[in-house]
């Protein structure tokens, strides 16, 4: 059974296609198959994959529109992990794919007004009736900001909006968009495991893909 994750936030731009594509990378290096399920209908992620040219490449994608989403999962049932990325807006694929999901992830930038937008995510994931399975991730973390800073935005994330927040954050790093761009994983670029392969190894450990 593959472990199938939600990437979820009404915010555009948040990091919820880079997000989706570094995990499907961290499991391919790992020897694991992930499927894609692209739900926004910009398609960015399926864009991506038609300029991917790997050779057995253990990712495949698929876009569709949410009334499919469960036939694109059943069809991945022999995948190790589905990752479902959503569109950045309050259309019902966030909502949908909170309820198929083990785990619903949230990156979110450490800026108040993204903050504002897990008070929504929190409604869908009741909504959803995952509310013990949203957590977020920190991203796009600036290399000058401190420890500090983060423990505090984790903390203020914790206690104002009563979401988890995963211990490792992803930090800005132009591997993320030169990766994208050229149809590759952070893991297919330079370095296997550079600095921000590392940071998203961590975050798939966090999922438990057997
Ligand atoms: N950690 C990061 N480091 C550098 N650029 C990032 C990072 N996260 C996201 N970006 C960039 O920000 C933009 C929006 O990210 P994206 O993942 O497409 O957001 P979303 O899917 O939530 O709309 C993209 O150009 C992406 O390359
Ligand atoms: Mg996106």
């Known amino acids: 059974m593959p472990v199938i994750v939600a990437i979820v936030s009404p915010k555009g731009g948040a990091g919820k296609t880079t997000l989706t594509a ?45 009334g499919r989403m469960k036939k694109a999962i059943e069809a991945a049932a022999e995948a ?3 990752v479902i990325d ?6 019902n694929s966030a909502l949908e794919s909170a309820r198929i999901a083990d785990i619903c992830l949230t990156p979110i930038r450490m800026v108040v007004s993204e903050l504002e ?6 409604d869908i994931l009741a909504t959803a009736g995952k509310s013990d ?6 991203n796009g973390v600036h290399t000058g ?11 203020l994330i914790e206690t104002d ?20 761009n050229c149809g590759k994983t952070i893991f297919e670029t330079s370095e296997i495991m550079g600095k921000a392969g ?11 893909v057997e």
């Open 22 to 66: 570094g995990l499907a990378g961290a499991a391919a290096i790992c020897g694991k198959s992930c499927t894609i399920i692209d739900l926004d209908p910009q398609a960015s992620i399926t864009n991506w994959s038609d300029r991917r040219d790997e050779a057995d490449d253990k990712i495949s994608v698929v876009s569709c529109q949410v």
């Open 80 to 82: 190790d992990l589905i």
């Open 86 to 91: 959503t569109a950045g807006r309050n259309d």
């Open 117 to 122: 937008t897990l008070s929504a995510v929190r």
């Open 133 to 138: 399975a949203g957590f977020v991730v920190i």
């Open 145 to 155: 900001v401190g420890d500090k800073a983060i423990a505090d935005m984790r903390k």
């Open 161 to 180: 909006f009563s979401m988890p927040v995963l211990p490792c954050v992803i930090t800005h790093r132009q591997d993320h968009p030169t990766a994208f």
């Open 198 to 208: 590392a940071e998203m190894s961590e975050i798939y450990s966090f999922l438990g």
